[in-house]
């Protein structure tokens, strides 16, 4: 039966079992080169943010330690109680009862095994052997712990080697260091993953609730955000800052919601008066957003302030000019006007596309920033393509 207490050790230990492993120990692997493989893994791993990619990296670094065909990295749903492969050098994503199979026994049970006669085992689905296309002749299989001990998934290795070889104890170790190191990075992850998404769906949320007191119907900001993004990345934006702008910039009119109902929603034109009281949307959306430390809210601050200058100057709150204006507000005022001209407002109809093209042409280097407009214009089919996508579904003019 699986040793438990030797396990905890390496459970506790994980990678630094290799970094201190005796010659001796190290001489007897080294046909394989865990440590090699090991080091590698991390130093990947260290670098690799998209999710995706980790766990792929994980997969290699877990088949390639036991000397497996292929590896599956099955997450436990325990809403739906499903098993479900998240990476797998074999499977696309399949999704099987948490009950099923060997990696269903192992999630339940939370015992490690080793199956080298897996058709003889009453256990053993071979279902999915049928639906891949392989056949499965021997398999590895262990629980994926977070801190707590809760079981979160099952790290599987299919065929050993080639011909007669077999899966062995000593392979069960390597694994289990490779799964301790799994489940610990798999929770930051996810937890990380999980926080990003709740942090967009906020902003977003903000933004069109923003977006919907104005009657700012359908996919405005989802456009802006397009928008954005296709002329951070034209402008040569490294990809981290160009998603950060995505994100920010559909906050660029928060402030609008604290603007009377009776300016926003006036059907004409508005007095002076009252424009003055509407540019204050931009100091206000900034007071707004200034005080976060989030790379998200605080570049949302800045395009909320900086929407509305104009590259020569004569914009506001702040007539603030040229490059002095930051990159995120002259990126979104191409943005923003552009689907405010191209969209029907309370107090104005849809432009047709060809006036749209002129004002830009006009308005470079005056309104905005020249090398912006160029980009945008030379760069229309992308433009337009975002536009159909994020179509809106009120087709005629408010009345
Ligand atoms: P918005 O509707 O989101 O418009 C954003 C920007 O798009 C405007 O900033 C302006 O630069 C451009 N824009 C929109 N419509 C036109 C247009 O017909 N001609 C030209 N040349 N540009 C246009 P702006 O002007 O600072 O306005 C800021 C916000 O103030 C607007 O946001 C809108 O909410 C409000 N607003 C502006 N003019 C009027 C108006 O006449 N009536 C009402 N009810 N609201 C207005
Ligand atoms: C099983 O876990 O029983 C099936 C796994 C496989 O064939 O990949
Ligand atoms: C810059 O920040 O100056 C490069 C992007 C541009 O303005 O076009
Ligand atoms: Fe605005
Ligand atoms: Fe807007």
Not at 285 to 306: F, N, P, Q, T
Request: glycine letters at 6%; one cysteine or more; a negative charge.
């Amino acid at each position: 039966m699986w040793r438990k207490k030797e396990s905890s050790t390496l459970l506790l230990h994980g990678i630094i079992i290799y970094s201190h492993m005796d010659k001796k120990r190290l001489k007897r692997f080294s046909d394989r080169d865990l440590l090699h493989v090991v080091l590698n893994a991390i130093g990947k791993i260290a670098n690799e943010r998209d999710v995706d990619k980790l766990l792929i990296i994980m997969a290699d670094m877990g088949r390639d330690l036991v000397g497996a065909e292929s590896c599956t990295l099955w997450m436990l749903d325990k809403e739906r109680q499903e098993l479900w492969s998240r990476v797998s050098h074999s499977l696309k994503e399949i999704r099987i009862p948490a009950s099923h199979g060997i990696a269903g026994h192992v999630a339940l049970s939370g015992e490690p095994e080793i199956i080298n006669a897996p058709y003889e085992d009453p256990r053993f689905d071979g279902e999915v052997d049928i639906i891949m296309g392989y056949r499965t002749r021997n398999l590895l299989a262990i629980p994926i712990q977070n801190s707590e001990g809760q079981i979160i998934g099952v790290f599987q290795a299919v065929n050993k080697g080639t011909g007669e070889s077999m899966f062995t104890q000593e392979d069960m170790d390597h694994f289990l260091i490779a799964s301790t190191y799994i489940g610990k990075q798999l929770e930051a992850v996810l937890l990380q993953e999980e926080i990003e998404t709740t942090q967009r769906e906020i902003i977003f949320t903000l933004a069109e609730t923003a977006e919907l007191r104005s009657q700012e119907t359908g996919y405005h900001v989802k456009r802006v955000a397009e928008y954005s993004w296709l002329l951070a990345t034209l402008a040569g934006m490294p990809e981290t800052e160009a998603k950060i702008l995505k994100f920010a910039s559909p906050l660029h009119d928060i402030g609008k919601i604290a603007i009377p109902d009776a300016i926003l929603l006036k059907p004409g034109k508005l007095t002076n008066e009252e424009i003055e009281i509407m540019r204050t949307h931009t100091q206000l959306g900034y007071d707004m957003l200034k005080h976060s430390d989030r790379r998200i809210l605080k570049a949302a601050s800045i395009v909320a302030m900086e929407h509305h200058e104009h590259w020569d100057g004569k914009g506001y709150p702040r007539k603030t000019a040229g490059e002095d204006i930051h990159i995120y507000g002259r990126i979104t005022a191409v943005a923003d006007v552009f689907d405010a001209l191209a969209s029907h407002r309370v107090y104005k109809k849809a432009w047709p596309m060809e006036k749209i093209l002129t004002l830009f042409r006009e308005e470079r280097g005056k309104q905005f920033d020249p090398t912006l407009v160029d980009l945008f214009l030379n760069n229309l089919d992308k433009v337009l393509e975002i536009r159909e996508q994020y179509k809106d579904q009120l087709e005629t003019p408010p009345e």
